[in-house]
């Protein structure tokens, strides 16, 4: 049976067909940018992005988050650990630079995505291994192991909000970094500093803590200074007798 439109059939016809394209390609340009495994060149964050696996930034290379980023960190479910990171569970493993850009009224944010297996401890968190020139600056993260880590990784470490995580700021192995104005809640440990470690610490908030808000070992040489600490277990583990300045 032959079909004959007329020309406003057809007019109507070629509107919705044009409606039909223009929807395909809104949903394609709003689909969530995924990102796991290893990167080597510069990278760039931004918007709404979903961290699905671990994250690996090799010497060389640089990862930069932008203000007002969210990031949708996605639990691992297995427990093996891949020969090339720290931890079996997700984790953001930068050996390059990074660079959180955040600001007071548009940090970054780390987001749980949660399952019905999900412990309340449900990432790894940043570790800086290595890694130069880097700063991580207004960043929330939460539901962490180690909120921040540096292995000798000398970042600065600004304005940052960690809570509900094992251990926040945990600086390790000649790590110098200068970590100021943070906020750290809710967590076992607060800030720990091991292995030759000489942080700039001053003017964070360190609360409600299991365990100790400041922990110095003895080969560790940290700058104290005006820092907040309180409802915490134990407010500070110092083993070194050689504190540049006393003021916590």
């Known amino acids: 049976m032959d079909i004959m439109l007329n020309a406003r059939d057809m007019k109507v016809l070629t509107i919705a067909f044009c409606l039909y394209l223009m929807t395909g390609l809104i949903a394609f340009a709003q689909q969530i940018p995924e990102y796991r495994g290893v990167y080597t060149g510069d990278l760039v964050w931004e918007g709404e992005v979903n961290m699905v696996a671990d994250v690996l930034v090799l010497r ?41 850009q955040g600001t007071p009224d548009a940090p970054v944010r780390f987001v749980i995505v949660d399952k019905e297996t999900t412990e309340q401890i449900a990432w790894a968190g940043i570790t800086l291994d290595n890694s130069t020139e880097s700063r991580i ?18 970042p600065e470490i600004v304005g940052n909000s960690i809570k509900d995580s094992r251990y926040g700021i945990i600086v390790q192995n ?20 091991w292995h030759n470690s000489n942080p700039e610490i001053r003017e964070n908030r360190i609360v409600g803590h299991d365990e100790e808000a400041l922990f ?27 504190l540049r300045h006393q003021e916590v």
């Open 137 to 154: 600056h207004h960043a929330q993260i939460e539901r962490a192991d180690i909120g921040i880590r540096c292995v000798r990784s000398s």
């Open 216 to 242: 110095v070992d003895a080969s560790s040489h940290p700058r104290l200074g005006y820092n907040l600490v309180s409802n915490n277990a134990i407010g500070l583990a110092l083993y070194s007798r050689t």
């Open 60 to 100: 060389g290379g640089s990862l930069k988050i932008r203000a007002g980023t969210r990031v949708n960190v996605y639990p691992a479910e297995g427990t093996k650990i891949d020969p090339e990171y720290l931890s079996s569970q997700t984790e953001l493993l930068v050996r390059g630079r990074i660079d959180i």
């Open 174 to 193: 000649e790590s110098h970094p200068r970590i100021t104005g943070n906020q750290l809640a809710n967590g076992e440990g607060g800030i720990f500093c």
